[in-house]
């Protein structure tokens, strides 16, 4: 398969980067443009809003902090499970990997907990044009760690495979997964004090 398909393990001569690269980066670029466009209907709806809660008033400060240190973690250990790859140790990219997900898992579950909490003071995301950005990023965000949680489960277990045959090729979707999973962090780390802190 690799024979029929160019630039799988090796960059093309002019983009000088692999087909996966150039995909996830145009992936990026339309998951860019979504959360953006969601960033901006925030700016619009705060900025025209007569009053607006304080979120350290309304939201769980110190779990958010909590589930960002959970998720700048995993993206240290994604980091070590593709180094590890690179280095031939496939030992250590499966450790590595396997405590990405669990610490995925982790914010899940933490998050989980946060919704329920809102849920039980009575707050939806029809209660207000606040909630109602809150649970739309961060309900979303969450989808987006689920689908991560699930493209790494594949890659550590029947993905996995692809090592024996083509390594090179499995290491360019472990960067790629990495790619994805760092901008997911990163849209965390603007969505905390967005909504948290501001």
């Known amino acids: 398969m690799s024979a029929l398909i160019r630039y799988i393990s090796k960059p093309h001569p002019v983009s000088g980067v ?9 992936f990026l670029a339309s ?14 709806l705060r900025g025209s ?5 304080h979120g350290s008033a309304v939201l769980n400060v110190p779990l958010a902090t909590l589930n960002t240190l959970i998720l700048i973690s995993s993206s240290v250990t994604m980091v070590m499970s593709w180094a ?8 250590k990219f499966r ?8 610490l995925s898992l982790a914010f899940l579950v933490i998050k989980g ?15 207000d044009n606040f909630f109602g950005m809150y649970f739309t990023l961060t309900g979303l965000h969450a989808i987006h760690i689920l689908g991560g949680v ?15 045959t083509e390594p090179e090729q499995f290491l ?10 760092h901008f997911v962090d990163l849209v965390w780390i603007f969505l905390f004090p967005v909504l948290y802190l501001l």
């Open 113 to 127: 907990f946060e919704y329920h909490s809102k849920f039980e003071h009575h707050h939806f995301p029809s209660t």
């Open 95 to 102: 450790f590595h990997l396997s405590m990405t997900i669990l």
């Open 172 to 181: 360019g979707r472990i960067e790629a997964a990495g790619l994805y999973w």
């Open 18 to 26: 692999t087909n996966a690269k150039l995909g996830i980066w145009c």
């Open 49 to 53: 809003a007569s009053e607006w809660p």
């Open 150 to 164: 699930i493209v790494n489960a594949y890659l550590l277990f029947p993905g996995s495979k692809l090592y024996e």
């Open 84 to 91: 590890s790859l690179a280095l031939k140790n496939l030992k």
């Open 31 to 44: 998951e860019l443009m979504l959360f953006g466009g969601l960033f901006s209907a925030y700016i619009v």
